[in-house]
């Protein structure tokens, strides 16, 4: 019974507060008669496009008190109205989630009112509930209909809000362009990176490396022992060119990815971070690995974030999680610091983004002064 009476008053709030937002759905009938008069007058024609943009906050409103019921979260796709005031009124006007809003608005005027038919339901619940399970033993009858009426109010604001297939594959396509020249953008300044290293680094001690065998080729025949310091020379120096080329290929793909696997080379990128890190594989060590990409940029992601958490947190520990999920790989870095992470100042936050966005993956960064810092990453993977 008490939890018949829980549930029924959580699905109570949801509708109390269905019913309020529809009670200013109501007033904001004088806005958009408003609109339309200006609009029909040509002279307030720029009300047109504002008006749009209030819709879509009210609109936004819904979708998450809907989806804190439901528990899913409904999309957004719109059409971004900039421009003139004649290229935003089109915009406005050919969007079809301003159609879809307004639909919804005026369906909401009339069924965001359930509350209406839940409160009765509470003293006939209370009286017949109250009998039937605590005499009977039986299961609720009456106040399990009032967490019915906020599923059936929320299957509806999600069946009007949200947006039809043909405008997600629009926006996808969309996202996937932009990911796509981001994902160009990286791997040019990948490339350059490479190119300087190699050119600063490896490529500079095989130079220096030739001229001291060169050197020592000169001097063998008449003073072998300056030659045979050349030579040790040159064996240090080819040592150190061996060196650079092997933080040239770390950087291109860590070799220990490819031996050890993902949780293998984050054990030892743990190791060698300086922080107390508490790593939970969630059971990757063993069956099936993912892809080599996703974990290519898996470990992408931790070794920036805890190269972040020495540099600028001051706090000795973080957390590394791994989740095999169904369809994604998602990794959780987070660390007690101070917070305010930004994705400018050479925090490294904006390249791990594209990265993960390459692979169609998602970035999440919470980090609100006084921290906790919290990067949360899906990325798409086929088991």
Known sequence: MWKSVQ??????????????????TWIFIT???????????????????????????????KRNLTAAWTGVKIPEVYQPLTGTVRERVVMAVRDP??????????????????????????PVGLLVDGAWCGLLRREAVVLPLIVR???????????LLKPSP??????????LA????????????????????????????????SMRIGLAKRAYGRDPETARKLLDEAQDQAEKALAELRNVVRGIHPPILTDRGLVGALRALAASSGLEVA??????EQGVRAPAAVEAAAYFVVAESLTNVAKYSGVPRAEVRLVRARRSLRVRIRDEAR?????????????????????DGTMEVSSPAGGPTVIEVELPCVW
Do not use: C, N
Not at 108 to 114: H, K, P
Not at 348 to 356: A, E, F, H, S
């Open 166 to 175: 043909q405008a997600l594959l629009t926006a996808k396509v969309e996202r």
């Open 339 to 359: 917070g305010g992470a930004v994705e400018t100042g050479g925090s490294g936050l904006l390249g791990m983004r594209r990265r993960v966005a390459a692979l």
């Open 178 to 209: 932009q990911t796509r020249a981001d994902a160009i953008t990286a791997h040019g300044a990948e490339l350059r990176r490479i190119e300087r290293d190699l050119h600063d680094g490896a490529q500079a001690q095989l130079v220096a490396l």
């Open 31 to 61: 806005v958009l008669l408003i609109t339309a008069v200006g609009t029909a007058a040509l002279v307030g024609i720029w009300l047109l496009p504002e008006t749009v943009l209030l819709v879509r906050r009210i609109a936004g409103a």
């Open 97 to 122: 989630g301003t159609r879809r809003d307004l639909r919804w608005m005026v369906a909401y005027w009339f069924y965001g009112a359930l509350l209406a038919l839940a409160l009765p339901l509470w």
């Open 7 to 24: 549930r029924a008053g959580r699905a109570t709030a949801h509708l109390f507060l269905t019913a309020l937002m529809a009670f200013g």
């Open 149 to 159: 009426l906020a599923d059936l109010e929320a299957d509806w604001s999600t069946a």
């Open 279 to 284: 790593l939970d594989d969630g059971g990757l």
